[in-house]
């Protein structure tokens, strides 16, 4: 996130390469970095002859270079975007001789999602000398929140952890289909106000009694009552609720706890930064490590491989996923 800000500022202050190379895993920042550059670097009475947008899937490298070549009319520069340019991967390197000599009076936008250039190539040597290469990685689940969390503060909004979590445990590590999200709230509630988890139920459809987050609670503080009545829920609502989801979200919190047992300080701060966590949650991750032995902890996680195999039908062939989910509370919370 700091490096696309050091690129959107370069570019507010007029520093502009030629060459923007924007690729990898996570195609949230290089739509930003994208859409800033569409927007901002022409005046809109400039666009109309100097501002082209191109796809992969409908040109060449040579069309690419062509367009790059041509001189901007009455004005300063010209700008290429070029959208899924990762359909042109077996051709790519072609770019390498106009990487190495671009045209000063145009910018040159390539999103190349999912996939990464070989550094060892010229063509990453040619573009990182003469312009910019940006590398999107996807974000791991635990550091989520916290990107929901700097996100809304940048607009001046806060957001309750419960709420956050509800978003990542509904929406994974998809950070545009969060800020999608987060957009529609944003329309809702003023500026300035803290998002919460009544919010996040009624205007997501999220429940926030039940979901992976409050399941893993009940399991971890022992409530066998409340954990009996998400997994029912789930039962009946399987495909809002997938198996291999919720076991995924267990074994996660299990291993943490794990991790939990081994940690010689067990202070907030440590444990939060340890099992890079939020320190609200730390509370939950104290309690179930009281709860559950480390001896005990090690057979959970064998029981949640067992269920894992399970959900994909090795052992348990056509046994419902309400049934197995059954049988996995029983076996963890003895």
Known sequence: MDEVKQIVTEIKNGNIKPIYFLMGDE???IDRISE???KNVLAEEEKGF???IL???????EDIVANAKRFPMMAERQVVIVKEAQDLSRTIEKLVDYAENPQPST???VCYKYKKIDKRKKLYKAVNKSGVIFESKKLYENQVAD???RVLGGVKYSIEPKAAQMLVEFLGTDLNKINNELEKL???IPKGEQITADQIEENIGISKEFNNFELRKAIGSKNVIKAHRIINYFAQNPKDNPLVVTVSLLYSFFSQVLQYHGL????QRNVAGALKVNPYFVKDYTEAAHNYPMKKVSQIIAILREADLKSKGVGAANLPQGDILKELLVKVMK
């Open 36 to 38: 800033y550059i569409d």
């Open 50 to 52: 100097n501002q082209m």
């Open 107 to 109: 910018v040159l936008v």
């Open 55 to 61: 796809y992969g899937r409908d040109v060449t490298v």
């Open 147 to 149: 990107w929901i969390r």
């Open 27 to 29: 195609p949230y920042y």
């Open 186 to 188: 944003k329309l809702i």
């Open 264 to 267: 010689s300080d067990k202070s």
